[in-house]
């Protein structure tokens, strides 16, 4: 079921992207057509605290959610099975580390390479050929915002810890991704696209790293063994 939800996503995503201009119309929202800049691309909200803050702050969480997860792999934790702590693990580092790989085989450029925001490159949907000449871009899907999707894997390995404990993993996924995908967007580094398809990639990953590892995603079982 999980599968067919997928598809269908990604397959609205790609109609509604590539048939439409709703990426460049968001975009010139953040856009000064004056001076020709994204103005919030240097304020120190945006670029010195939801961009490098986050990630150090990032990797601090994940370096302490990943002795969680050696924990539960070593069976010491009760709501977080064995292989639902390997799931977890993975996916923390798995999901923004596909997400950066992505990056340097699809040639998308930011809003702010684009001729459009005063850069030198064209606009292209996702299924565009880019011209040969151009020099290659490296901003698509966004890979800010994966430091806040890569949470998303905890609303699927908590899923023995009951409903609440992964909608709350899932929640922490979306609230942290949308932020930091929404922050690079008003600084001109990603379009709307990117953000919503590294959405996609984090759930992906999710789903498919969890059937890998045969993880349990059975609800409350963690509770029906403590009963």
Partial sequence: MQ????????????????????????????????????????????EDLLHHSAKQVTYLAVAASLYVCYLGYRGALEWLPPRNALLAALGMLLIPLGITTLKHLISRHCPWDIVDFGGYAPYLHLLDAPPPTIKAGVCFPAG????????????????????????????????????????????????????????????????????????????????????
């Fill in 3 to 46: 599968a067919l939800w997928l598809l269908m996503v990604a397959g609205v995503l790609l109609w509604v992207f590539q048939t439409t201009d709703i990426d460049r119309q968001i975009a010139h929202l953040f856009f000064d057509e004056q001076q020709r800049v994204f103005p919030l691309r240097r304020t120190w909200l945006f």
């Fill in 144 to 227: 800010h915002a994966s430091t806040g999707l890569l949470w998303i894997v905890w609303g699927v390995a908590l899923r023995p810890a009951g409903r609440g404990m992964a909608r709350l993993g899932l929640l922490a996924g979306l609230l942290l991704g949308g932020v930091l995908g929404i922050a690079r967007m008003a600084q001109g580094a990603h379009f709307l696209s990117h953000t919503l398809w590294s959405l996609w990639f984090a759930w992906a990953m999710s789903l498919g790293l969890a059937h890998v590892v045969a993880a349990d995603l059975r609800l409350g079982t963690a509770r029906a063994r403590q009963e």
